[in-house]
Antibody, heavy 124, light 107 residues
Framework: EVQLVESGGGLVQPGGSLRLSCAAS????????MDWVRQAPGKGLEWVGR??????????KYAASVTGRFTISRDDSKNSLYLQMNSLKIEDTAVYYC???????????????WGQGTTVTVSS | DIQMTQSPSTLSAFVGDRVTITCRAS??????LAWYQQKPGKAPNLLIY???SLESGVPSRFSGSGSGTEFTLTISSLQPDDFATYYC?????????FGGGTKVQIK
């Protein structure tokens, strides 16, 4: 079964840091681009960022709202995706989802598999 | 950056109704558009990709159309399981972005 499972969410003070993880199973993780998407309470979906695959140099892209504060990485040997969040702000409070993107040759593809999400609360 | 605008933001309909949701992009995105369904407390679920391609396992009452800047999601006969929030998303260029969502409610 194709599955993504996020972990690492919790309560953190403004200015603090948190690292989210996403464990993948049931597919060849290393072949795929991977995304993080978040949803603030009662709000819509917001794309956070993406990591490309090894063939594309593991390069990353980010939304302007998190650039310079968040870092996406992956460990293909562990089938895992990570989101390091630093300098957290109250407005970063959200459910964070990891999602599977495209794979060669169809890199330009929608997010077809999603995790169940992990909740991050930034509050003093 | 490309902005995605959905309308309406809320829609009330009866079971059996034909429902259409519109998504507009601030510039041309060719056909690089997806539609997702989200139910409360759950992750989004991909319905349509590349504007009009039905994702495997999605009922055929869902269909998508459009290209360039104007797109529609149509539910041909609304079922009780379809009451949810729907989002469009472009993947033409970075940053990726979502529309604001359309909540489909029971009338």
């Amino acid at each position: 079964e194709v599955q993504l499972v996020e972990s690492g969410g919790g309560l953190v003070q403004p200015g603090g840091s948190l690292r989210l993880s996403c464990a993948a199973s049931g597919f060849t993780f290393s072949d795929h681009y991977m995304d993080w998407v978040r949803q603030a309470p009662g709000k819509g979906l917001e794309w956070v960022g993406r990591t490309r695959d090894k063939a594309n140099g593991y390069t990353t892209k980010y939304a302007a709202s998190v650039t310079g504060r968040f870092t996406i990485s992956r460990d293909d040997s562990k089938n895992s995706l990570y989101l390091q969040m630093n300098s957290l702000k109250i407005e970063d409070t959200a459910v964070y989802y990891c999602a599977r993107g495209g794979a060669q040759p169809y890199y330009q593809y929608a997010m077809d598999v999603w995790g169940q999400g992990t909740t991050v609360t930034v509050s003093s | 950056d490309i902005q995605m605008t959905q309308s309406p933001s809320t829609l009330s309909a009866f079971v059996g109704d034909r429902v259409t949701i519109t998504c507009r992009a601030s510039q041309s995105i060719s056909s690089w558009l997806a539609w997702y369904q989200q139910k409360p407390g759950k992750a989004p679920n991909l319905l349509i990709y590349k504007a009009s391609s039905l994702e495997s396992g999605v009922p055929s009452r869902f269909s998508g159309s459009g290209s360039g800047t104007e797109f529609t999601l149509t539910i041909s006969s609304l079922q009780p399981d379809d009451f949810a929030t729907y989002y469009c998303q472009h993947y033409d260029s970075y940053p990726l972005s979502f529309g604001g969502g359309t909540k489909v409610q029971i009338k």
